[in-house]
């Protein structure tokens, strides 16, 4: 089965600074990417996500590059905020249907210090 | 105007009872799923529906038995509450080849 690693555990950034969070997959036949944010008390929530024909995706300050050779993927937010402060999560799935399944990476914690 | 609800959000219970958690979906979804988040955080996929019919059923103890009486419900029923099941568990839906919803959570603390 599919198996997601995601790095770092914890990532502590300085507002305005750049973070990037690292996942690898191990399913060459995936093909969707999504990213969630999840906020303390809350559910995952989508902030992104990139399908296995597109290399690289930019929503305002989110970006995801995929690299399907190497099978790994990568979240980039710019201009950090205190209010990115959050879990996040990559994930893998078959999408051909909607009921691919998602693999979800160990998560990252963020921290953004004012 | 919730998408996904679940309830009830906070459940506790003692070992060895007997326990349900409801999700509801006013998306107009066709496919619902159930995810177990650990202590760790870490997130994994429990059973999903597609219009009523059991599609993804993981290495879940039969104690825990998904019903979904239309597609806009997916219930949770667990029997015989173990302390290694306390966990939050996430009910999310999604249609065709759109990204999944999530709802909320349920924490379940077995005492």
């Known amino acids: 089965g599919e198996n997601v690693e995601q790095h770092p555990s914890t990532l502590s950034v300085q507002e305005g600074d750049s973070a990037v969070i690292k996942c690898t997959y191990s399913?060459?036949?995936?093909?969707?990417f999504p990213w969630y944010k999840q906020e303390l008390g809350k559910g995952p929530q989508l902030i992104i996500d990139?399908?296995?024909?597109?290399g690289e995706k930019k929503d305002q300050r989110i970006a995801v590059t995929l690299n399907k050779t190497a099978k790994h993927f990568s979240l980039h937010i710019t201009e950090t905020q205190p209010e990115d402060s959050a879990v996040y999560f990559c994930?893998?799935?078959?999408?051909?249907?909607?009921?691919?399944?998602?693999?979800f990476g160990q998560g990252t914690i963020l921290t953004v210090h004012p | 105007d919730t998408a996904v609800s679940q309830t009830p959000k906070y459940l506790v219970t003692q070992m060895g009872n007997d326990k349900s958690i409801k999700c509801e979906q006013n998306?107009?979804?066709?496919?619902m799923y159930w995810y177990k988040q650990d202590s760790k955080k870490f997130l994994k996929i429990m059973f999903s529906?597609?219009?009523?019919?059991?599609?993804i059923n993981e290495t879940v103890p039969n104690r825990f038995s998904p019903k979904s009486p239309d597609k806009a419900h997916l219930n949770l029923h667990i029997n015989s509450l173990e302390l290694g099941d306390s966990a939050v568990y996430f009910c999310?839906?999604?249609?065709?080849?759109?990204?999944?919803?999530f709802g909320d959570g349920t924490r379940l603390s077995i005492l």
């Open positions: 999310a839906s999604s249609q065709d080849t759109q990204p999944q919803h």
């Open positions: 399913d060459s036949a995936s093909n969707y």
């Open positions: 990139i399908r296995s024909n597109v």
């Open positions: 994930a893998a799935s078959r999408k051909g249907t909607s009921y691919g399944k998602l693999t």
């Open positions: 998306l107009g979804h066709d496919t």
């Open positions: 529906y597609n219009n009523k019919e059991l599609i």
